[in-house]
């Protein structure tokens, strides 16, 4: 079905990106499952929920015609189905499989979106084999005779069971819960607020089985609901949950083992109404009372046309492109303004003052636009937790380690992007962490402490910079082996003169590992190296602190976003550059006189600390024309903890800009973010901070 | 002319977008989508559909329950109903049929399959 029609593109996109939730979604889910089926309890929601996730997957992709993942989501339906249906227990391998089988349908996934083939290949036959062996080992009969007529459930009711629904009704008959029969009438304009009202109290005292709508006596105004629950609770316990008008409620099984026969109109057969004191058997009209205040007056056809669903997927491209325009209006802007500046200067006119006053209305309210756009590219780190979780479980079952991950500000807004680009080092860290950092069980009980190894993840807003820590609790590392390490590769002479602080700083380097460290897993990842560019490449920087035996901690700082930022404007033998004011901390006049040498590197002292200069022609290998200005200005920046002056001829002022990348081939060149448009036809540089106090750090150990 | 609307429930978009681009290259019909039973039943009583697709395993209320109700409401009672599911749910499509659904398609469904039921049921 793949042709030219533009239509049928647009859908295998949608396709695409659905595609990409459903098995993302699937596995925080398949997470899930695996955690609570350690504990022994098994949410059967959870399981049906995880099997319609499979289930839409193999719909969808069998009408796009991607048959790799139509297949080998059908196996791994049929293998929940037999889950959800009692019939299969869930252990350990079969756990193993689903989470090979996920592996393998996030990869085909990922392949389809590149453009690439999901044709079937060894992966998906291995999964598929894997799967009918448990299918046929542990296959149990699920012979049990029915006992569901006893219930005297109506024949409406039963028809339209789906062999699941039918399922856990007889799980809950068999666990002795009592089966309720919730009848409602409901208002049509508000009945989905209202059932989803009904619904959500009743599970919290039990478990919906099925929701079966039907004619109510005035199907005009008003449907009916039977909503068929299990539940511990007895008949005067249940009741109150559902306090709601037009709600009746029946027993329909005593909770016994063994249902004892109850017709319709059996002694146990209960029926009462909270409430409203009158009947409603038969409402002529619906006693009233939506308690929903703003429901619409009576006689106006009042029913929405509105989904559940607030949000909408935009491709972040044309966000990108909304951004730019935002930031072209914004240099716009700034020349009207600069108008109306100079004929204010030259010719004091009442219409100059008038368009300054026009030009300030224009800046508040681009302002307002610039940061509501900001916003829609804002999403939560909690996005980025889910995926950890699911890494997390996989590494630490395959290196027979106990872990618990604990999640701190999941809410913390960064830019998309962002969030995309952090995702792999993150990983990695993470990844680090489990193979190098938690210890064996044994071992961490020998060592006092719990045997299960604890991973914090926490994030936070600080001033511009949103700061991602991941701490663990395990064997620290160990500083001295570093510098032993460090010293054997002719980094150091002298090991006992590097502070631990500076030591740190060599994981960071191309190669460096300590013996120790090398393992399986470790093989197949990246090196640290390539952690601290990947972080740098979005202008963040990444510090580790470590107490040995106690754990290590890695603090991730970040920009909010890259879009759109405030810069100075400086200038350095007669070029323009931009920095982003994000990370200037201050400015300072020097002559000649304030700067000192220590250890062959530039210094002044700022109150009580030293500060490394780093002279701007240097770092860019600029020609100077001209002699050096006698007094010229240092800007100091920080990330993190790192503090660097920069210097440079002059300050020009601050500017917002809108950093354009100057594509893949400089992708690489250390220092540079990427090219800002001035708004006066000049485009100049802008300088990456993060990436220059990284160069500085590392030429100087 | 007098456009035909066709409704179709299903929970997945892609799979409804691609419905909707099917269904409407085969002629000119006016599609209306439901991501769910609740979604089909807000929208029924405002809009003249002429043609039911629904999926039979969605959240809250199930296409069974939604049949049931169709069948039982004489404003509805009329409109043909066809089931769109995967193979592998036979219980389900016959308790399908049981309750007054008029055919059913199994997933993946083709082109010529879509267009024989419209012409079936809508000429």
Same mark, same amino acid.
């Given at each position: 079905?793949?042709?030219?029609?533009?239509?049928?593109?647009?859908?295998?996109?949608?396709?695409?990106?659905?595609?990409?939730?459903?098995?993302?979604?699937?596995?925080?889910?398949?997470?899930?499952?695996?955690?609570?089926?350690?504990?022994?309890?098994?949410?059967?929601?959870?399981?049906?929920?995880?099997?319609?996730?499979?289930?839409?997957?193999?719909?969808?992709?069998?009408?796009?015609?991607?048959?790799?993942?139509?297949?080998?989501?059908?196996?791994?339906?049929?293998?929940?189905?037999?889950?959800?249906?009692?019939?299969?227990?869930?252990?350990?391998?079969?756990?193993?499989?689903?989470?090979?089988?996920?592996?393998?349908?996030?990869?085909?996934?990922?392949?389809?979106?590149?453009?690439?083939?999901?044709?079937?290949?060894?992966?998906?036959?291995?999964?598929?084999?894997?799967?009918?062996?448990?299918?046929?080992?542990?296959?149990?009969?699920?012979?049990?005779?029915?006992?569901?007529?006893?219930?005297?459930?109506?024949?409406?009711?039963?028809?339209?069971?789906?062999?699941?629904?039918?399922?856990?009704?007889?799980?809950?008959?068999?666990?002795?819960?009592?089966?309720?029969?919730?009848?409602?009438?409901?208002?049509?304009?508000?009945?989905?607020?209202?059932?989803?009202?009904?619904?959500?109290?009743?599970?919290?005292?039990?478990?919906?089985?099925?929701?079966?709508?039907?004619?109510?006596?005035?199907?005009?105004?008003?449907?009916?609901?039977?909503?068929?629950?299990?539940?511990?609770?007895?008949?005067?316990?249940?009741?109150?949950?559902?306090?709601?008008?037009?709600?009746?409620?029946?027993?329909?099984?005593?909770?016994?083992?063994?249902?004892?026969?109850?017709?319709?109109?059996?002694?146990?057969?209960?029926?009462?109404?909270?409430?409203?004191?009158?009947?409603?058997?038969?409402?002529?009209?619906?006693?009233?009372?939506?308690?929903?205040?703003?429901?619409?007056?009576?006689?106006?056809?009042?029913?929405?046309?509105?989904?559940?669903?607030?949000?909408?997927?935009?491709?972040?491209?044309?966000?990108?492109?909304?951004?730019?325009?935002?930031?072209?209006?914004?240099?716009?802007?700034?020349?009207?303004?600069?108008?109306?500046?100079?004929?204010?200067?030259?010719?004091?006119?009442?219409?100059?003052?008038?368009?300054?006053?026009?030009?300030?209305?224009?800046?508040?309210?681009?302002?307002?636009?610039?940061?509501?756009?900001?916003?829609?590219?804002?999403?939560?780190?909690?996005?980025?937790?889910?995926?950890?979780?699911?890494?997390?479980?996989?590494?630490?079952?395959?290196?027979?380690?106990?872990?618990?991950?604990?999640?701190?500000?999941?809410?913390?807004?960064?830019?998309?992007?962002?969030?995309?680009?952090?995702?792999?080092?993150?990983?990695?860290?993470?990844?680090?962490?489990?193979?190098?950092?938690?210890?064996?069980?044994?071992?961490?009980?020998?060592?006092?402490?719990?045997?299960?190894?604890?991973?914090?993840?926490?994030?936070?807003?600080?001033?511009?910079?949103?700061?991602?820590?991941?701490?663990?609790?395990?064997?620290?590392?160990?500083?001295?082996?570093?510098?032993?390490?460090?010293?054997?590769?002719?980094?150091?002479?002298?090991?006992?003169?590097?502070?631990?602080?500076?030591?740190?700083?060599?994981?960071?380097?191309?190669?460096?590992?300590?013996?120790?460290?090398?393992?399986?897993?470790?093989?197949?990842?990246?090196?640290?190296?390539?952690?601290?560019?990947?972080?740098?490449?979005?202008?963040?920087?990444?510090?580790?602190?470590?107490?040995?035996?106690?754990?290590?901690?890695?603090?991730?700082?970040?920009?909010?976003?890259?879009?759109?930022?405030?810069?100075?404007?400086?200038?350095?033998?007669?070029?323009?550059?931009?920095?982003?004011?994000?990370?200037?901390?201050?400015?300072?006049?020097?002559?000649?006189?304030?700067?000192?040498?220590?250890?062959?590197?530039?210094?002044?002292?700022?109150?009580?600390?030293?500060?490394?200069?780093?002279?701007?022609?240097?770092?860019?290998?600029?020609?100077?024309?001209?002699?050096?200005?006698?007094?010229?200005?240092?800007?100091?920046?920080?990330?993190?903890?790192?503090?660097?002056?920069?210097?440079?001829?002059?300050?020009?002022?601050?500017?917002?800009?809108?950093?354009?990348?100057?594509?893949?081939?400089?992708?690489?060149?250390?220092?540079?973010?990427?090219?800002?448009?001035?708004?006066?036809?000049?485009?100049?540089?802008?300088?990456?901070?993060?990436?220059?106090?990284?160069?500085?750090?590392?030429?100087?150990? | 002319?007098?456009?035909?609307?066709?409704?179709?429930?299903?929970?997945?978009?892609?799979?409804?977008?691609?419905?909707?681009?099917?269904?409407?290259?085969?002629?000119?019909?006016?599609?209306?989508?439901?991501?769910?039973?609740?979604?089909?039943?807000?929208?029924?009583?405002?809009?003249?559909?002429?043609?039911?697709?629904?999926?039979?395993?969605?959240?809250?209320?199930?296409?069974? =329950?939604? /049949?049931?109700?169709?069948? @039982?409401?004489?404003?509805?009672?009329? &409109?043909? %109903?066809?089931? $769109?599911?995967?193979?592998?749910?036979?219980?389900?499509?016959?308790?399908?049929?049981?309750?007054?659904?008029? =055919?059913? /398609?199994?997933?993946?469904? @083709?082109?010529?399959?879509?267009?024989? &039921?419209? %012409?079936?049921? $809508?000429?």
């Amino acid at each position: 079905m793949t042709d030219d029609n533009p239509l049928l593109n647009k859908a295998i996109r949608d396709f695409l990106a659905e595609a990409e939730e459903i098995v993302e979604h699937l596995g925080s889910e398949l997470a899930d499952l695996a955690d609570s089926a350690g504990n022994g309890d098994i949410n059967p929601d959870l399981l049906n929920s995880i099997f319609r996730g499979a289930h839409s997957l193999k719909g969808l992709a069998g009408m796009f015609g991607f048959a790799g993942v139509s297949e080998l989501s059908h196996y791994m339906e049929n293998l929940l189905d037999r889950l959800r249906l009692g019939k299969l227990r869930l252990d350990t391998e079969v756990i193993a499989v689903l989470f090979e089988s996920h592996d393998v349908l996030l990869s085909l996934v990922r392949r389809l979106s590149e453009g690439e083939s999901d044709a079937a290949d060894d992966k998906i036959s291995s999964c598929a084999a894997r799967i009918n062996a448990c299918l046929e080992e542990k296959t149990r009969d699920a012979a049990c005779p029915s006992p569901l007529e006893k219930l005297g459930l109506s024949e409406q009711v039963m028809k339209s069971l789906t062999e699941y629904e039918e399922h856990r009704l007889l799980e809950n008959l068999s666990k002795g819960k009592y089966i309720y029969s919730v009848h409602a009438t409901l208002d049509l304009a508000t009945f989905d607020q209202d059932l989803a009202r009904i619904s959500d109290a009743i599970k919290t005292c039990g478990e919906i089985i099925s929701t079966l709508p039907c004619m109510s006596s005035d199907p005009e105004t008003s449907i009916d609901f039977d909503i068929l629950a299990g539940s511990a609770l007895v008949f005067q316990e249940f009741l109150p949950a559902i306090q709601h008008d037009n709600v009746t409620l029946t027993l329909l099984s005593d909770g016994e083992k063994t249902p004892a026969p109850a017709g319709p109109n059996a002694a146990g057969a209960t029926s009462a109404e909270s409430g409203s004191p009158t009947p409603v058997e038969s409402p002529a009209t619906p006693i009233a009372q939506s308690p929903v205040p703003d429901s619409p007056a009576a006689g106006a056809p009042p029913v929405s046309a509105k989904s559940i669903s607030r949000t909408v997927r935009v491709d972040i491209g044309k966000l990108d492109e909304l951004m730019n325009i935002v930031g072209e209006l914004v240099l716009a802007h700034s020349s009207i303004a600069a108008l109306a500046q100079r004929m204010r200067n030259e010719r004091f006119s009442q219409m100059a003052v008038e368009l300054g006053k026009s030009a300030k209305v224009l800046e508040r309210k681009l302002n307002d636009l610039q940061k509501g756009v900001m916003d829609i590219r804002m999403i939560p780190v909690g996005q980025l937790y889910d995926k950890m979780s699911r890494i997390v479980r996989t590494i630490s079952r395959e290196q027979g380690k106990k872990v618990e991950l604990r999640f701190y500000g999941a809410d913390t807004e960064l830019d998309k992007l962002i969030v995309e680009d952090i995702s792999d080092p993150m990983m990695h860290i993470i990844r680090n962490a489990i193979d190098h950092g938690i210890e064996s069980p044994d071992k961490r009980v020998a060592a006092g402490k719990d045997e299960k190894g604890v991973i914090k993840i926490s994030s936070y807003q600080k001033g511009n910079h949103v700061v991602i820590e991941v701490e663990d609790d395990g064997g620290g590392i160990d500083v001295e082996k570093v510098k032993e390490r460090a010293q054997q590769k002719g980094l150091v002479q002298n090991p006992g003169a590097v502070s631990d602080k500076e030591a740190l700083e060599f994981i960071f380097l191309p190669g460096f590992s300590t013996t120790d460290q090398v393992s399986e897993v470790s093989g197949r990842g990246v090196g640290m190296d390539v952690v601290r560019n990947n972080i740098a490449a979005i202008s963040g920087m990444v510090d580790i602190e470590t107490a040995q035996g106690l754990g290590t901690r890695f603090i991730i700082t970040l920009p909010i976003t890259l879009a759109i930022i405030k810069s100075l404007i400086i200038s350095c033998a007669g070029r323009t550059y931009a920095l982003p004011v994000t990370s200037v901390l201050e400015s300072l006049i020097l002559t000649g006189g304030d700067i000192k040498t220590v250890e062959r590197r530039e210094v002044i002292q700022l109150r009580d600390n030293t500060l490394p200069l780093l002279r701007l022609e240097d770092f860019l290998c600029l020609n100077r024309p001209s002699h050096r200005p006698d007094e010229f200005y240092a800007v100091v920046v920080g990330v993190a903890e790192k503090r660097l002056g920069i210097v440079v001829d002059d300050l020009l002022g601050q500017q917002d800009i809108v950093i354009k990348s100057l594509g893949e081939g400089f992708r690489r060149f250390p220092g540079i973010a990427g090219a800002a448009d001035l708004g006066d036809q000049r485009t100049i540089l802008v300088l990456d901070v993060g990436g220059m106090i990284n160069d500085t750090m590392r030429s100087g150990s | 002319m007098n456009r035909k609307t066709i409704l179709i429930t299903d929970d997945s978009t892609a799979l409804r977008a691609m419905l909707v681009s099917i269904i409407e290259s085969l002629g000119d019909f006016r599609v209306v989508e439901a991501a769910n039973g609740f979604d089909a039943l807000r929208l029924l009583p405002r809009e003249h559909v002429d043609l039911i697709f629904t999926d039979i395993n969605m959240p809250d209320i199930n296409g069974l =329950e939604l /049949i049931s109700y169709l069948r @039982n409401n004489p404003n509805y009672q009329h &409109i043909p %109903v066809i089931i $769109l599911t995967t193979e592998g749910s036979q219980s389900d499509i016959e308790k399908g049929r049981l309750l007054g659904a008029n =055919e059913y /398609i199994v997933k993946p469904c @083709n082109c010529s399959d879509l267009k024989n &039921i419209i %012409v079936k049921y $809508l000429d």
